[in-house]
């Protein structure tokens, strides 16, 4: 499998063409949606504070591996504050973020409300290609290591909410950039477009279903889209399926501990060829919830991710 995985990187990396740099991929992204939006921070009623693991396609060596640390926070005079720490690996490439996004939240009726937030981000990427094993020792296309240094992105993003419903768009990195060493290019980030939406609907007095959809497109790949169907059982206990378009089905659950702590998993199965590969993707989470001191004019979702 190594070898496998190898003669995949050496044909993208030789390549003469550019691959685009794709976002990371969070099944839930639904606990989190300042991940995809900066105009997310603040709207909920509590402050949060989470770490995500994510291991994708395991058994496989080299395949994708996601960390990430957040923190969302409200803030005086109806304003949000979120900040994020991400590291994603797939083979001897690994990146590191730094992001911090503000938003303003302004009431528009009684019964709607509309967010606006932007984002700020810093990025190291490095390609380890030293580390390789090669089917040609010496290969002078895999002599030194590649690092991009600290480069500055920026986003931005709405979101429209009530107490039922709730949609929102982004584009969490405007600038595009070709990552290589000016001989060659290994990658390239381009602008992703986020638009999503979703809805609350209380079934009686113990479950709330909240079904939602997110789709994502960006320049050289095809729209892709999330549907994820959550069961809320007295805002203690989440279950739900979800499905990525042409790429994965899964399953979700999520357990609230008790009023400060809340534990959240996920499972993947591949629909493409990788399942010939692996069979399977794990997804875990922890968040601390606390309540916010500047309480909002603005009323937020009982049950807003």
Not at 13 to 37: E, K, V
Not at 95 to 101: A, K
């Amino acid at each position: 499998m190594k070898k496998i995985i190898a003669g995949l990187l050496l044909t993208l990396l030789i390549s003469s063409q550019t691959f685009a740099q794709q976002d990371p991929i969070y099944g839930q992204y639904i606990f989190n949606n300042s991940i995809i939006n900066p105009a997310q921070a603040g709207v909920q009623s509590q402050n949060q504070f989470g770490i995500l693991h994510r291991n994708q396609w395991l058994g496989i060596n080299g395949a994708p591996t996601t960390n990430s640390m957040f923190l969302n926070m409200r803030l005086p005079k109806n304003l949000g504050m979120a900040l994020g720490v991400y590291n994603d690996k797939i083979g001897p490439i690994s990146e590191v973020s730094f992001q911090g996004d503000i938003a303003s939240h302004v009431k528009l009726t009684e019964n709607w409300s509309l967010s606006g937030g932007v984002r700020t981000m810093v990025t190291n990427m490095q390609a380890n290609l030293t580390s390789l094993q090669l089917y040609q020792s010496q290969d002078p296309n895999f002599s030194t290591n590649l690092n991009t240094g600290l480069f500055v992105n920026m986003g931005a993003g709405v979101l429209l909410y009530s107490n039922k419903y709730f949609i929102g768009g982004s584009i969490p990195k405007i600038i595009s950039k070709e990552i290589g060493d000016g001989n060659k290019i290994i990658s390239e980030y381009q602008r992703h477009v986020f638009i999503y939406g979703g809805a609350n609907f209380k079934l009686n007095e113990d479950f709330i279903f909240t079904p939602s959809i997110l789709f994502k497109t960006t320049t050289d790949a095809p729209l892709q889209f999330d549907m994820n169907f959550v069961f809320d059982y007295k805002n203690t206990f989440d279950v739900g399926p979800m499905l990525r378009s042409k790429d994965a089905i899964g399953f979700l659950v999520g357990y609230k501990i008790n009023p400060n702590f809340y534990l959240g998993y996920m499972y993947e199965y591949p629909l493409s060829d990788i399942q010939l590969a692996s069979r399977q993707t794990h997804e875990i989470s922890l968040r601390v919830l606390w309540e916010a001191k500047n309480k909002s004019r603005i009323y937020s979702p009982r049950y807003f991710f």
